[in-house]
């Protein structure tokens, strides 16, 4: 077995029509993970508010490395405007929170639904407006601890989508 480098590897650079809405995220580091990470498993666009940390903080630049410039983004000011303007694209706001209408990751069936937005609420309030939202999802978690890191629920999240939506081949779009 050989370890590879960057060098060695080449992905299939796909795109889904995966939207993320950070809303009201504070910590540079989350930001730049954001980018990373969304980068990573073809997201077409981020939203921040316009009070997050700039793309030209110099935490959110080491964070997030090259990605910044390879994933279009945005700002908003008005939560519930954007959020219903996404709405009226025809896009399904799904929220990454815990509630008591959530539903188990796993158990939700994103290939159902043609443009997906994933809702990050910021780092210690949650989502703004939860009833803005068509749906919440919860990852299980098995320790007494009932929250994990914003940016690490977003990863998961983003897993489990692209492998529902990747056996969908028509749902997604920018092939290679």
């Given at each position: 077995?050989?370890?590879?480098?960057h060098e060695?590897?080449?992905?299939?650079?796909?795109?889904?029509?995966?939207?993320?809405?950070?809303?009201?995220?504070?910590?540079?580091?989350?930001?730049?993970?954001?980018?990373r990470?969304?980068?990573?498993?073809?997201?077409?666009?981020?939203?921040?508010h316009?009070?997050?940390?700039?793309?030209?903080n110099?935490?959110?630049?080491?964070?997030a490395?090259?990605?910044?410039?390879?994933t279009?983004?945005?700002?908003?000011?008005?939560?519930?405007?954007?959020?219903?303007?996404?709405?009226?694209?025809g896009?399904?706001?799904?929220g990454?929170?815990?509630?008591?209408?959530?539903?188990?990751?796993?158990?939700?069936?994103?290939?159902?639904?043609?443009?997906?937005?994933?809702?990050l609420?910021?780092?210690?309030?949650?989502?703004?407006?939860?009833?803005?939202?068509?749906?919440?999802?919860?990852i299980?978690?098995?320790?007494?601890?009932?929250?994990m890191?914003v940016?690490?629920?977003?990863?998961?999240t983003?897993?489990?989508?692209?492998?529902?939506?990747k056996?969908?081949?028509n749902?997604?779009?920018?092939?290679?």
């Amino acid at each position: 077995m050989k370890q590879l480098s960057h060098e060695n590897v080449e992905n299939i650079q796909q795109k889904f029509p995966i939207t993320i809405v950070c809303d009201a995220i504070r910590t540079p580091e989350n930001i730049g993970m954001c980018f990373r990470i969304s980068e990573s498993f073809g997201v077409e666009k981020i939203y921040f508010h316009e009070n997050s940390p700039s793309i030209e903080n110099r935490k959110v630049i080491n964070t997030a490395r090259n990605t910044i410039n390879q994933t279009d983004h945005g700002y908003y000011n008005n939560f519930s405007s954007l959020i219903n303007s996404l709405k009226e694209e025809g896009n399904t706001i799904i929220g990454i929170e815990i509630t008591d209408k959530s539903i188990n990751i796993q158990d939700f069936n994103f290939k159902n639904h043609e443009k997906i937005v994933l809702l990050l609420g910021s780092e210690r309030n949650g989502i703004e407006n939860v009833n803005l939202v068509d749906y919440t999802i919860s990852i299980p978690m098995y320790g007494r601890n009932s929250s994990m890191n914003v940016i690490h629920s977003l990863a998961i999240t983003l897993f489990e989508v692209t492998n529902q939506i990747k056996a969908h081949p028509n749902l997604t779009k920018g092939n290679k």
